[in-house]
């Protein structure tokens, strides 16, 4: 864990960033995601969203919003019956590929840094920060594109993957963690945004339709040590059948969601 020094969360969020990218890039590899996103998909389409309840007051039909890092869809495809119009901007084809299309819908093949779109009433951005390396600019581009509000949602449990289980077997150790909410909370206080605060709990089930998607998962997010004959052993053993797919309890996560009206310079 690195070493906050003088109240500097910016330096902190970026060692841990780099101290994580040092184990396995996956969050912030498009390429990983194309892997994922089928099962992302599957293990995401039944979980209840209290994320929308935090959004619910914020919504009517003549707003617009922009989804940065819209993944599978799992919030832009609902918020655009909601909305007079939604922009899903996600730089994964995989993922891309599972949002449903709609006539209110524009999906923007891009990361956030890269994008280019028209600024909206209401922006989110849920579980995309875990990797990005510069954050304020991130969130400054956050705010530029925002014209009533910000929504940022973050674990503050660590991730809940088969993979953090394995490296605990088979290295003893998990290996650097991602940034955390509570880190992304002050790291806003230290440029000057005071966010409203929701916190959320749901429970983390990863769905694999068979044991070499599972392994291709886990490796993506291993790091060094990997051994591949005791990872397949131990996955085995971490797995459970539930008809045709194959399941990991990854227990209940804590996420916390800032929010905030955009600051203008």
């Known amino acids: 864990m690195s070493r906050v020094a003088d109240g500097d969360w910016v330096a902190h969020w970026k060692q841990l960033v780099a101290d994580r990218e040092s184990l396995a890039s996956g969050h912030a590899d498009s390429g990983y995601w194309d ?74 093949a891009s990361t ?39 929504f940022v949602m973050m674990r503050e449990t660590d991730l809940p993957h088969p993979a ?10 998990t290996g650097p963690r991602l940034p955390r909410f509570s880190e992304l909370f002050m790291l806003l206080i230290q440029i000057g945004v005071a966010p409203d605060v929701d916190f959320i709990r749901y429970p983390i089930v990863t769905r694999y339709a068979s044991m070499e998607e599972a392994m291709t998962d886990s490796r993506a997010l291993f ?12 996955l085995e053993g971490l797995l459970r059948r539930d008809g045709d797919e194959l399941v990991f309890e990854g227990g209940v996560a804590l996420s916390g969601v800032a929010h905030w009206k955009p600051q203008k310079s």
């Open 35 to 108: 892997r994922r996103a089928r099962s992302y998909a599957r293990s995401t389409q039944a979980r209840g969203d209290d994320f929308l309840h935090v959004l619910e007051p914020y919504l009517s039909a003549h707003k617009t919003l922009i989804d940065v890092g819209a993944g599978a869809g799992r919030h832009a495809t609902p918020l655009a019956e909601r909305l007079e119009w939604v922009t899903a901007v996600e730089p994964s084809e995989g993922m891309r590929s599972h949002i449903s299309p709609r006539e209110n819908m524009t999906v923007i």
């Open 164 to 173: 953090a289980e394995l490296r605990k077997r088979l290295v003893g150790q």
């Open 112 to 150: 956030w840094e890269d994008a280019e779109v028209a600024p909206a009433d209401l922006v989110i951005c849920n579980h995309v920060m875990y990797g990005v390396a510069d954050p304020v600019p991130f969130i400054e581009k956050l705010q530029k594109a925002a014209r009533e509000r910000v």
């Open 223 to 234: 790091g060094e040590g990997w051994d591949e004959d005791r990872a397949r052993v131990e």
